[in-house]
């Protein structure tokens, strides 16, 4: 009688499970670095939020008023916002003498539809906003920007106006109010 020969391999079975733990390990990968990418998207506004601001009180010292929007509103980091861009210069007269180049929201872009998203009421991008209608005050926000944070009322970036999608800067009424 031959001898019998031994096959040597895995079942059907075996890869099944195999391949279905690493699609689960993957899967929770890619779900960590996405929150992961949110945090450094979100610590960077901050961050830009707190350059502005100092950009802008060093402007107040040797101009003794903050760059104006002229009592139109709001000026918008993002071109195609609902609200005005000034050709780019989002905040008047503050690049780059007070600071090198006005940052822009890390996921804003030129005509990007993906920019765009539903915040309060309306579809706005996701932006950085400006406005000091007369110089004395102005108010800075990180408009339909936060994305993995859980924020809450203690923090002080929050704008009470839009507590819900806005981190906001700002120096006294009328701007604190705007």
């Known amino acids: 009688m ?35 990418l949110g945090k450094a998207r979100d610590a960077k506004r901050r961050a830009d939020l707190h ?10 010292v040797r101009n003794n ?3 104006s929007t002229g009592g139109v509103g709001w ?7 609902l609200v005005s861009n000034n050709s780019g210069n989002w905040i008047p007269g503050l690049a780059p003498n007070f600071i090198k180049t006005l ?5 804003g872009g030129l005509g ?4 765009i998203t539903i915040c ?11 406005r000091s209608d007369d110089g004395r005050s102005y108010a800075l926000l990180a408009h339909c920007s ?8 203690n923090d002080p970036l929050i704008d009470s106006v839009r507590p819900t999608w806005a981190l906001k800067v700002c120096d006294g009424p009328p701007g604190c109010s705007y």
């Not at 079942?11 to 670095?33: D, K, P, Q, R």
């Not at 350059?51 to 107040?60: F, Q, T």
């Not at 000026?75 to 916002?81: A, C, K, Q, V």
């Not at 990007?112 to 920019?115: H, R």
Request: no cysteine; glycine share 6%; hydrophobic share 40%.
């Open 65 to 67: 008023a903050y760059p």
């Open 120 to 130: 309060g009421s309306s579809s706005w991008r996701q932006a950085y906003l400006y």
């Open 75 to 81: 000026y918008s980091s993002e071109p195609g916002d």
């Open 103 to 107: 940052p822009r929201d890390p996921k």
């Open 51 to 60: 350059d502005i601001r100092n950009a802008l009180e060093s402007y107040y």
């Open 2 to 36: 031959p001898a019998r020969k031994e096959k040597s391999g895995f079942t059907l079975i075996e890869l099944m499970v195999v391949i279905a733990i690493m699609a689960v390990l993957a899967v929770v990968g890619f779900a960590s670095y996405s929150i992961a």
């Open 112 to 115: 990007n539809p993906a920019t």
């Open 146 to 153: 936060m994305e993995a944070e859980n924020w809450g009322s």
